[in-house]
C-alpha cells in the first residue's frame, strides 16, 4: 500500500458541479494533513491545511477522519479557475521528520 | 517580493556534467528542502535539512549533495549528471513551531527545470 493515495483522475465537470476528492494514509501516528494546488508548469501552493474538527474556506471543505485514515476535499460551484491539480500531503514525525505528496488528481472544468 | 527563489530556471546541460541549483527564501524560516518532480509529476522529498539535522531521502543517489551556506539558502549540487536526472526540482521552506509538530505550511520556489541530454 502506498503511503498516500489518491482518486486517479482526471475528473471533467461543468462549471458550477460540485466535486470531492478523496485521499487516504497508511501511517496512523501522521499528525499534520494538506492539500496543496499545482497549477501546470508552477510550484504546489497550499489551498488548506486539514484538521480533525474540518474546516471550510469559501467554497473548499476539508475533512479528516483519523480513523479511517482519510482526508477529503470538497469544491462547491466549480470554476474554470478550479482547473488544476490537487496533491494530498501527509506529514509524519514519528522516528524524524517525514514529508508525502500524494500523485495527485487532475481536475478540469468546463464551460 | 519573491518568498522562495531559484536559479536557474531552466538548465539543460550533458550526461556527466556537474551542476548547481540555487535556493533562497527570504521568510525567515528554518527549514528547507529539495523535491524532484518526474515526468509522471510526481512529487518527491529529496531532502530536509536546518540547522540542526539533515535529513536524506535514502532512495536519493549520492551523486545529489545539499549544501546550505546560511539559514537563508540550501543549495542542490549534483555531480556525474545523468539522463534519469531530468525532472523538475522544487526547492521550498517552512517555519519550525517551538513544541511541535503541528502544521507547517511549505511555501515552493517556482522550480527549475532540468534536462540532461
Known amino acids: 500500500r502506498k503511503e498516500v493515495e489518491q482518486d486517479p483522475g482526471p475528473f471533467n465537470v461543468p462549471e458550477g458541479a460540485t466535486v470531492a476528492f478523496n485521499c487516504t494514509y497508511s501511517?496512523?501516528?501522521?499528525?499534520?494533513f494538506f492539500w496543496y494546488r499545482q497549477d501546470c508548469r508552477k510550484e504546489p501552493k497550499l489551498l488548506m491545511s486539514v484538521y480533525s474538527s474540518g474546516n471550510e474556506d469559501g467554497r473548499f471543505t476539508a475533512q479528516l477522519n483519523r480513523a479511517s485514515q482519510y482526508i477529503s476535499l470538497l469544491i462547491r460551484d466549480s470554476k474554470l479557475s478550479d482547473s488544476a491539480t490537487y496533491l494530498c500531503?501527509?506529514?509524519?514525525?514519528?522516528?524524524?521528520?517525514?514529508?508525502?505528496f500524494g500523485a495527485g488528481t487532475r481536475l478540469f472544468v468546463k464551460a | 517580493d519573491t518568498a522562495v527563489s531559484q536559479t536557474p530556471k531552466y538548465l539543460v546541460t550533458q550526461m556527466g556534467n556537474d551542476k548547481s541549483i540555487k535556493c533562497e527564501q527570504n521568510l525567515g524560516h528554518d527549514t528547507m528542502y529539495w523535491y524532484k518532480q518526474d515526468s509522471k509529476k510526481f512529487l518527491k522529498i529529496m531532502f530536509s535539512?536546518?540547522?540542526?539535522?539533515?535529513?536524506i531521502n535514502e532512495t536519493v543517489p549520492n551523486r545529489f549533495s545539499p549544501k546550505s551556506p546560511d539559514k537563508a539558502h540550501l543549495n542542490l549540487h549534483i555531480n556525474s549528471l545523468e539522463l534519469g536526472d531530468s525532472a523538475v526540482y522544487f526547492c521550498?521552506?517552512?517555519?519550525?513551531?517551538?513544541?511541535?509538530?503541528?502544521?507547517?505550511?511549505?511555501?515552493f520556489g517556482p522550480g527549475t527545470r532540468l534536462t540532461v541530454l
Open positions: 500531503v501527509v506529514n509524519d514525525y514519528t522516528g524524524g521528520f517525514k514529508t508525502i
Open positions: 501511517n496512523s501516528a501522521s499528525q499534520s
Open positions: 535539512y536546518n540547522n540542526k539535522e539533515l535529513i
Open positions: 521550498a521552506s517552512s517555519q519550525d513551531i517551538p513544541g511541535g509538530p503541528v502544521a507547517d505550511t511549505q511555501y
